[in-house]
């Protein structure tokens, strides 16, 4: 059994920052990419950040400079940085993983089960 497990968010006040976490919980192969998507009351649900196994990142334009993405490989755990927040950063923000459980599955989606920002003005 795969889970993702987040942690991180809260309340904060406008400039402030946050750091939440995600770890991936269960026996897996491999790891090809992992992400943040957030969803905000009657909004579709967005890409915000996602790492690739070699390195590689993407954001959405309105965090860059923002926010940064890491991954510790080692502990299947993936961050998300989050500073000079805007209360239009509120949201539930959920953790993505695209991983193979073992050498001969495909490729299979995971999410974590999201956590509320809210940034006050």
Known sequence: QVQLVESGGGLVQAGGSLRLSCAVLGNIFTINAMGWYRQAPGNQ?????????GGNTNYVDSVKGRFTISRDNGKKTVYLQMNSLKPEDTAVYYCNA????????????YWGQGTQVTVSS
Do not use: C, F, H, M
């Open 45 to 53: 649900r967005e890409l915000v950040a996602e790492i690739r196994s």
């Open 98 to 109: 695209d991983l193979k459980r073992t050498y001969y599955t495909g490729s299979d989606n």
